[in-house]
């Protein structure tokens, strides 16, 4: 639990503290990453991400895992490995039911249908699949969606400096040229790896592959890992952007 506690709050403490999701107390999510330590305050405030938590207890439950915080569980979601495949289509597309079919409306088929057709329940599917940024960008509206699509997915990205608690990192942002999204040609941004001397991930050096969300290093990445989450991103993506050429596009992207 200690180990999958500490992860879930690396990746779940940047958008909480810009107050997006989770419960009242960034600051106590830091420490614990921090510190690399868990106990049932963690925990509890982990249960409290009503986006993130049913993922985790779906993940759990479908691969005989009495624990969503179960480190395997925690990485699946936020940068994907095997026990994504273990989640019956079927009942994937059940859990968005529950979720979301009275929000989706008259798009709830489209978006059962993306969990019968390839959809995983990764962070990356939640972004481009469920929020509702992808209709705004069909909509004309795409400065602010693409910002937040970009930033709220987890992305891997090349760390190039490292300085006063910032670093500069090289990654391939998220594009849209009016039909599509895609990962463009890599640029370099600049994101935070500390504040007041509390980081999210330990031991970030220079060359270093690391996985960001929002303007945060959540954690450094192996090869194998980042070749994950390059696969779910990309098939995620590759999944709506299908959805969005069928004639009547995915109506819950449009939302």
Do not use: K
Request: aromatic residues 8%; positive net charge.
């Amino acid at each position: 639990m200690t180990g999958g506690a500490v992860l879930f709050a690396r990746y779940a403490y940047p958008p909480n503290a810009l107050g997006y999701c989770g419960p009242g107390d960034p600051a106590a999510l830091l420490g614990y990453a921090n510190a690399g330590v868990a106990d049932g305050g963690l925990v509890a405030l982990a249960r409290q991400f009503a986006g993130a938590w049913p993922y985790l207890a779906l993940i759990a439950a479908a691969n005989g895992r009495a624990d969503p915080l179960d480190p395997a569980v925690v990485e699946a979601y936020w940068i994907g490995n095997r026990l994504l495949h273990r989640v019956p289509p079927g009942l994937f597309a059940a859990h968005l039911r529950d979720r979301f079919e009275e929000r989706a409306g008259r798009g709830f088929p489209d978006l059962a249908e993306l969990a019968v057709v390839g959809g995983v329940p990764h962070h990356n599917f939640h972004v481009f699949a469920v929020y509702p940024w992808v209709g705004l960008l069909r909509a004309g509206r795409a400065d602010e969606p693409m910002r937040v699509l970009d930033s709220c997915r987890v992305r891997w990205a090349t760390v190039l400096t490292l300085h006063s608690g910032l670093a500069e990192v090289m990654s391939q942002p998220l594009t849209w040229d009016g039909r599509r999204l895609s990962l463009g040609t890599p640029e370099v941004r600049l994101v935070t790896v500390a504040t007041a001397g509390d980081t999210l991930a330990p031991r970030v050096r220079v060359g270093d592959t690391v996985s960001v969300h929002w303007d945060w290093i959540c954690d450094v990445l192996s090869p194998l890992r980042v070749a994950r989450l390059r696969h779910y991103t990309l098939s995620q993506l590759r999944l709506v952007n299908d959805a969005l050429r069928r004639p009547v596009a995915a109506a819950v992207l449009d939302s």
